[in-house]
């Protein structure tokens, strides 16, 4: 069941009194969804980001590195060069929305807060960045860890979980709060990493255990698993159809508890929150 939480947005408590969906925003040439790279188009990006608000986004989530395995690496400079002006178009024409931005580099979130952005979504937790924290607890800024090991190019390697995923992934994001509280980290999200270091059937593991991750670590939960191999390799179809699997599997996560789902598909996102709120009314 959805437990509701405050974010400090702005300086501004918010209070979210139901589940969140986070749209996917790609400035990328390279993301492993096609349909979802914007690369440099931004002449589109105002017309895209508005449809996304008015469908029922919440918060948009700007990515400017592709995180895929085999995604070739850019520099830091190159990472800021495909963000900012999604950044700073999205804060002038959407005064009210959520913006925030997919990076592990302490230097990207420096700027984009200092640009208006208001979440740092970070698929390392701060591994990759050890200023990452820093940066993050000066400008108060809400924190989404991510479960992962090693790097996107990596992470297929490393998915040996003697003790189960879903009790590892809990003790790893629970070290990685701790020591986010002693740096002075306030608004903290998890997120159980789907599709990062684990194995098809450990994405599954995961799913059905969500709960106890949620409950466990009593954090607002976010899920990534918007047309991910792990729906696509299961059922044998082209992630362009796997737009009902992933409705199925954001419900199931919902009626779990999860908070915020992040989805390439705002509508069918909306619908799934929706969908999943009239479930658990009916659940004891």
Do not use: C
């Not at 592990?104 to 200092?114: K, M, P």
């Not at 954001?250 to 789902?261: E, F, H, S």
Request: glycine share 8%; no cysteine; hydrophobic share 45%.
């Amino acid at each position: 069941m959805f437990s509701p939480f405050t974010l400090n947005i702005r300086s501004k408590i918010v209070s979210v009194t139901r589940p969140l969906v986070m749209a996917i925003f790609n400035t990328t040439p390279d993301s492993f969804y096609s349909r979802s790279r914007l690369g440099g188009r931004t002449d589109d990006y105002a017309s895209i980001l508005e449809k996304m608000v008015a469908d029922g986004a919440d918060i948009i989530d700007i990515g400017g590195y592709s995180s895929r395995p085999g995604a070739a690496d850019i520099s830091e400079e190159e990472e800021w060069q495909r963000v900012q002006p999604a950044i700073s178009l999205a804060r002038r024409i959407l005064p009210d929305t959520m913006i925030s931005v997919d990076t592990f580099r302490s230097g990207i979130a420096r700027r984009a807060a200092d640009e208006g952005a208001d979440i740092i979504n970070d698929i390392s937790a701060g591994a990759l960045d050890p200023e990452m924290a820093d940066v993050v607890a000066a400008y108060r800024l809400p924190y989404i860890i991510m479960h992962m090991r090693g790097t996107p190019e990596t992470m297929g390697t490393m998915t040996d979980y003697p003790r189960g995923v879903v009790a590892e992934v809990i003790e790893s994001l629970s070290e990685t709060v701790r020591n986010l509280r002693l740096k002075g980290v306030a608004d903290i999200i998890a997120d159980p990493g789907f599709g990062f270091a684990k194995t098809l059937e450990q994405n599954y593991e995961l799913l059905a255990g969500l709960k106890t991750v949620i409950d466990t670590l009593g954090l607002p939960t976010l899920v990534g698993m918007s047309r991910k191999s792990m729906l696509s390799k299961l059922l044998d179809i082209p992630t362009e159809e796997t737009l009902p699997a992933t409705v199925t599997v954001n419900t199931q996560a919902l009626l779990q508890g999860a908070a915020i789902v992040r989805v390439h598909d705002v509508r069918a996102g909306v619908q799934a929150v929706k969908l999943a709120q009239a479930l658990s009314s009916h659940m004891n």
